[in-house]
């Protein structure tokens, strides 16, 4: 359509010429004493218009002269800014595949190019400090991989202390690449196994950039690493709350770390403290509670809190049948045999009664059968206890609960006055 429209334009034309020219008589006379020059209308028109075209082009040719030198001056530069951006994709490539050496000539190499001034005012001094930032830390994780400390060092503190080169909007660049700078450190501070260093550098981050999932997972890291159980814990929870790992992986880091923190407490009230500064998730994790009433046991703690804690992980794994390992199973029956008597007889007699129940619902389970055995014993139902621990004794895998059972029999045997029956449990004992 544009075609078109243009021929019926430049048909118009054509004719509006041919009516003007071909009809036009008139002549223009140019006065040069003694001499008079009669020229016709329609050639000094042409006259003018290829003049005017002769001049324009003749502009238009020394305008570009003049600019041949400003033009070859960008292209020298363009040349070098490409240069530069091709430094550092080979470095970039070079330190992926594992060719560190080269990594780092190529990227000093760029940073040998942007030494130029010329190339860093053609750049901007935003962008002349974004690649000079990129080439430093390029630089600084071959340096770190080739373990040369003191050249990653002198990058770093390039980056973080970059030279001026401007003010006003400049200004954010450096900050940054100030942040990935720092993130790095860390991370070659945990290559070094240096925790306490790399937790530094993420404390000097900006309070955003600490929230980072990338900032979180090192912190994690270090905290492990340096022992730091309660601060892996409480970043941990932060990274499941940020759901950076998968819903089954997040429960079973945050059921390690809090069982290691309950682990690290020296008295009762420390794992009081410990277990009442978990989040209601972790307290419901059942591995959690016996862990933490074990602790508190060990210490010489309540016994009546012990229980407390466990009742829940007794209701879900004998009460309500719910889905449990032999793990659990047999922690729990331990830590359930350390607290059975407390002192309050009415309850004492309660959490019997449920044993009993829970055995007598589920008569082949090994470990209630030992839980319940050892329930009568401490209670000196003898001849009772005798025929739950044989029961367990004969039906329990778990190495620690068949070995007690044992002793426990070989204890009854001796109480009665039958050696030889001791005898046999103690080498059943051993053996096991």
Known sequence: MRIVI???ILFAVAVALALFAGENVATVSVF???WRVDLSLNLVLLGLVVGFALLYAAMRALGALRALPAQARAWRLQQRERAVHRSLHDALAWERSGRYTRARRSALEAL????????????GAETAVALRAQAHLAAADASHALRDHRA??????????PPHVGSGAVAAAPAVWAEAARLRAAQWALDDNDAAAALDWLSSLPQGAQRRTVALRLRLKAARVGGRTQLALETARLLVKHRAFAPQAGLSLLRSLAIDWIEQSREPEQVVQAWQQCTAVERALPEVAVAAARRLLDLSGSPVLARRWLEPVWVQVFEAGGESTAALRTGLVLALERCLITGDGAADREWLARIEQAQQRHPRDGHLQYLAGMACKQRE?????ESLLQQAAASLEQARLLRAAWVAL???AERRNDTAAAM???KQAAAV
């Open 152 to 161: 990653r060092d002198e990058h770093l503190q390039q980056i973080l202390n």
């Open 424 to 426: 046999t449990a103690w």
């Open 32 to 34: 040069w004493p003694p």
């Open 6 to 8: 243009r021929l019926l």
């Open 112 to 123: 040998g190019r942007l030494q130029s001034p010329d190339l860093a005012r053609a750049l």
């Open 381 to 385: 139902l003898w001849g009772k206890a």
């Open 410 to 412: 070989a204890e009854l």
